[in-house]
C-alpha cells in the first residue's frame, strides 16, 4: 500500500509562483513513477507532468516552461515547481502512481490562479 499527501496549493496572482509537494508513504520501494494530475471545474482530469524513477520528466504542453518537477530522494518528496502562473492554471492538483495496475491519488491540492 502507498499513501500519497500533497500540499502547497493556495490562492496566488497571475505571474506568481507555487510549489506542491507530494510525500509519499507506505511501501515506496514500489514506485517507478509519480505524475501531478490536474481537473478544473467542469474539465476532465489531466497529466501535467511526469518523473520516472531514472529521473526523466515529461510535462504536458500546456506548462512546458513554466513548470519543473523534481524529487528530493533523502526527504522522499516530489516537487512541482509552478511559475508565471495564468488563471488556466486554477484546479485540483493531484499526485498519483500507478503500481501494479493499481492507481494511487492523493486527496488533492487547490491551486486558484486570480488575473
Known amino acids: 500500500q502507498v499513501q500519497l499527501v500533497e500540499s502547497g496549493g493556495g490562492l496566488v496572482q497571475a505571474g506568481g509562483s507555487l510549489r506542491l509537494s507530494c510525500a509519499p508513504s507506505?511501501?515506496?520501494?514500489?514506485?517507478?513513477?509519480i505524475d501531478w494530475y490536474r481537473q478544473a471545474p467542469g474539465k476532465q482530469r489531466e497529466l501535467v507532468a511526469r518523473i520516472v524513477s531514472g529521473g526523466s520528466t515529461d510535462y504536458a504542453d500546456s506548462v512546458k516552461g513554466r513548470f519543473t518537477i523534481s524529487r528530493d530522494n533523502a526527504k522522499k518528496t516530489v516537487y512541482l515547481q509552478m511559475n508565471s502562473l495564468k488563471p488556466e492554471d486554477t484546479a485540483v492538483y493531484y499526485c498519483?502512481?500507478?503500481?501494479?495496475?493499481?492507481?494511487?491519488w492523493g486527496q488533492g491540492t487547490q491551486v486558484t490562479v486570480s488575473s
Open positions: 498519483h502512481t500507478l503500481i501494479r495496475y493499481q492507481n494511487y
Open positions: 507506505g511501501s515506496t520501494f514500489t514506485i517507478s513513477s
